[in-house]
């Protein structure tokens, strides 16, 4: 029998959103893009605070664009949680869910009545999800879950920059995007478990666990070589625990970044013995500094395509360095097909990137753009009887 590849494998299953900002709304996403039915719960009115979060101070139809791109393909319901008769509409509707996800401090749910232990009694196959920023015990529970300070007490900063530089960020918010995937790949696990036994369960990930999981190389490698930091190189760093080549280097009209190769390998394609002289392969590393200092001279001598037709035909690791504007324009990058247009109800549609999963052999699309706050409270009071 074929499987009807329309037929999305979250289909049927139905996720009410209690999240703001990017961490748990990110996971809703994913599950969204899969198939799921995402109901997000928000504060009339004003809705999430997400919606006045901007990048570049980018706003369409009164929301953020940053909210329009994270919260497409979901529905929206307005309740005051401190209401009683709302807080009893969103309990109904809890109760007839497949899984809760939340991402407000520790405490928060408690206070409304919606704790797992309170929720899971009314509905036992409820899968409830929880991103926290420290977890739930310790001297930081209480501190702001934000990004930037997640990464910067996680020490991933030191790991990036030159070596005499300060500590410098990512300059993505890795932390709520790793923390989303992780509570969702926890939700995912959970729900092949409730099919066996017909038992929901709760799961958690937190920003600063994601951030420490991210860096599993390289704190494995402190843990188990005497502790030592560590080590960027001061010219062209990329990783602070490889070697020469590794790094990103000007070359006469722009740049080409080199991975994981022989040095000597190197010198002999770019023809430049003063680097092909470097042997030993202790010295790629104990001596970096002064190998990439005469790798970044020689390749300043000529453009980065005739630096790729050497390297490139030896199968040597090496890449341009492009702008967005370059990658997007690239057969390459339309080969993808990633970018696609979302749409809200009498306003322009808006580009963004589609699900980077497939299924089946199926892109995963949705022209469902970000709801209006409270968008549909009529049809899901009908639909769950609240």
């Given amino acids: ?42 504060r009339p009115q004003t809705g999430e605070l997400g919606r006045q979060l ?13 909210f329009h791109t994270i919260n497409r393909n979901k529905e929206s319901y307005a309740a ?24 407000f401090r520790p405490g928060t749910m408690e206070k409304l009545g919606l704790a797992y232990e309170t929720v899971s009694k009314r509905n036992p196959k409820l899968i409830y999800a929880r991103i926290t920023g420290y977890g739930t015990e310790g001297p930081w529970v209480s501190k702001p879950g934000q990004d930037l300070l997640v990464q910067s007490i996680s020490g991933a900063p030191y790991l990036n920059g030159d070596g005499d530089q300060p500590p410098v960020p990512f300059a993505l918010s890795i932390a709520d995007m790793f923390a989303g995937a992780h509570l969702v790949q926890g939700i995912l696990a959970c729900l092949v478990r409730r099919g066996i036994t017909g038992k929901g369960g709760l799961v958690e990930a937190s920003l600063l666990e994601s951030m420490l999981d991210f860096q599993f190389e390289v704190l494995t490698t402190h843990l188990n070589d005497g502790g030592q930091l560590p080590n960027r190189s001061k ?11 590794y790094g990103i280097y000007e070359t006469e009209d722009g740049y080409i970044a080199l991975a994981m190769g022989s040095v000597v390998t190197l010198g002999e394609l770019i023809g430049c013995p003063e680097v092909a002289a470097y042997t030993d392969p202790a010295s790629w590393f104990e001596q970096r500094d002064e190998i990439k200092a005469l790798i970044a001279n020689h390749l300043s001598t000529r453009t980065t395509q005739e630096w790729l037709d050497r390297l490139e035909p ?3 690791w090496c890449s341009d360095v492009f702008t967005w504007d370059e990658m997007l324009n690239h057969e390459g990058f339309k080969a993808l097909n990633i970018i696609q247009e979302v749409k809200r109800a009498g306003v322009d549609s808006i580009q963004t990137t589609r699900c980077p999963i497939r299924y089946n052999g199926q892109l995963l699309t949705s022209e469902k753009g970000a709801p209006r706050v409270g968008e549909d409270n009529a049809s899901i009071d009908t639909e769950f009887r609240l």
């Fill in 1 to 42: 029998m074929n499987e009807d590849i329309g037929y999305l494998p979250l289909s049927g299953i139905t996720v009410v959103e209690f999240s703001q900002f990017l961490s748990g709304p990110s996971a809703a996403l994913r599950l969204a893009d899969l198939g799921a039915r995402v109901i997000k719960i928000e």
């Fill in 54 to 66: 901007a990048l570049h101070h980018s706003f369409v139809d009164g929301d953020s664009l940053l």
């Fill in 80 to 103: 005051n949680l401190k209401d009683s008769g709302d807080l009893e509409k969103v309990q109904k509707l809890i109760s007839q869910a497949d899984v809760l996800i939340e991402n």
């Fill in 235 to 245: 010219l062209n760093n990329a990783h602070a625990y490889l070697g020469a080549p």
């Fill in 314 to 316: 030896a199968d040597y």
